[in-house]
């Protein structure tokens, strides 16, 4: 059973980067055809896809934060990571980590608990 964790600070000041990481316990992040999600919801709306950075490494964002938006992993550590530079107060939302894997066309993901972060001066 794969587990993750996020953690990172809670409070960020606009203009400043907001930085989470991602611990996963149970299972490899260089695991083949796993996929490693930054998930965020707002305030009032909806789940918004972030990114991915997948076993092998390779990185996906969402076309509208892709400017703004980096993943990274640390494989020594069994973790991966979120950066996102430039934040407003927009970008206060709970940011969730996710896995996702399909196995025999079964697909099969899992959640962290989230971390609120709010962005305020």
């Known amino acids: 059973q794969v587990q993750l964790q996020e953690s990172g600070p809670g409070l960020v000041k606009p203009s400043q980067t907001l930085s989470l990481t991602c611990t996963v316990s149970?299972?490899?992040?260089?695991?083949?055809?796993?996929?490693w999600s930054w998930i965020r919801q707002p305030p009032g709306k909806g789940l918004e896809w972030m990114g991915v950075?997948?076993?092998?490494?390779?990185?996906g964002y969402s076309p509208s934060l892709k400017s703004r938006t980096s993943i990274s992993r640390d494989t020594s550590k069994n973790q991966f990571s979120l950066q996102l530079s430039s934040v407003t107060p927009e970008d206060t939302a709970v940011y969730y980590c996710?896995?996702?894997?399909?196995?025999?066309?079964?697909?099969?993901?899992?959640w962290g608990q989230g971390t609120q972060v709010t962005v305020s001066s």
């Open positions: 996710n896995a996702w894997t399909t196995v025999l066309d079964d697909e099969h993901d899992w």
């Open positions: 149970g299972g490899s992040i260089t695991t083949s055809y796993y996929a």
């Open positions: 950075i997948a076993y092998d490494g390779s990185t």
